[in-house]
């Protein structure tokens, strides 16, 4: 077979196997499709379908395969992540700033805080977790981010599901969930500064303020279908400059669409895009994801080190999220709710992962480990949540 045949069986392969187990396993209520297709993107990886089957999966992930899914799978998490800049509501976080910043604070200070923890023991357990291209204060501070981060999208789909994204609640874990999203890209922004590129940083940050004080000014002027296109240009110019400068492209993703604001493109066409570049792209993203996974430490290793992430990711956001509740007089019970929702990692940490492996932060034991993570919380939440919810909403 050629190379186009091959890249045809992965991509019909991504598509079917995780649809399959979603609905013939019924797994809506603890794992919605997107869990599903991360799950599948490792089973598919080289830890799992490579071991098991080595000659299928070299058959069908060769290296050309593989370059044209990550082709893909980039240009599909930059849309993703761009989209997530573009929905942050400022304007709402600093109308009830000392609300806001007081739980946004807590909810990220504490998991990053037990993260940090984690990873100080297993540089402690093992040489083999951190990169050694990367310096100790790099990849407890990245760890830790990883065990802060609340996946902003997949929160939002969450929210709708339990039919509570419009609601005062709603909004109000969205106002938490998009300052936490400025700090975490603002981190590793930080973790990723290259000291001997720091001039071409610079100018990237200079030439980013004043093109973006420019674009500020043409977009609200325009027909709302030349700003779409002109979003799209943005975003890959963002992109290529702040890779260019050393803080991967991602970051210029997010910064692309955090100076645009939601209210200059429809709200229904923004939410249709959202779940199009979902349903069409990111299971792509999810693919190549899988196909990084590792186990060279021995996978009772990377489970444990999962494990201890995920007790400090959620032990943390709860203890953070139960002070502010405390600190503010929440009701009863609301302060589980929040915790459980803002606990959801999913997305926006595996891409965080993905540039932390990128840049040679972690190594991919971490990253699995990260990754395993990242689907157990995301798993934890809908079943959780749903009684809890009910329970509010009956009252004392």
Known sequence: MNTTERFLIAMLVIFTLPWLAWRLGRTERWAPLVVVQIAAG?????????????????FVFTPAVIQSLNGIAWWAVMIFVCIAGIELDLAAAWKHRRES??????????????????????????????SPAARPWQFVLGVGMACAVTALPILILFMEKLDILRQPLGQRILRYASLDDIAIWGVLA????????????????LAFACVAWALRRL?????????????????????????WA??????????????LDSHWFDAERMDLLRHHVLLVLMPVFFLSTGLRTEWALGGAAVFVAAAVLLLASVAGKLAGVHLAGRVLGWPPGEAGLVGWLLQTKALIMIIFANVMLDRQIVTADTFTALLLMAVASTMLTVPIVTPRLARLRRGP
Do not use: K, N
């Open 219 to 243: 977009v609200p002027r325009l027909p709302e279908a030349d700003r779409w296109y002109l979003a799209l240009v943005w975003l890959a110019a963002c992109a290529l400059a702040a890779d």
């Open 190 to 205: 930080l973790i990723l500064m290259d000291w001997q590129r720091v001039g071409r940083q610079a100018a990237f940050l």
């Open 42 to 58: 490792i089973v598919l990886g080289p830890g799992v379908l490579g071991a098991a089957l080595p000659e299928a999966y070299g």
């Open 246 to 259: 050393g803080l991967h492209f991602m970051v210029g993703a997010f910064l692309a669409g955090a100076v």
């Open 101 to 130: 910043a007081i739980t946004a604070g807590l909810a990220l200070g504490m998991p990053l805080l037990f993260g940090g923890g984690a990873a100080l023991a297993m540089m402690a357990s093992s040489a083999g977790w951190m």
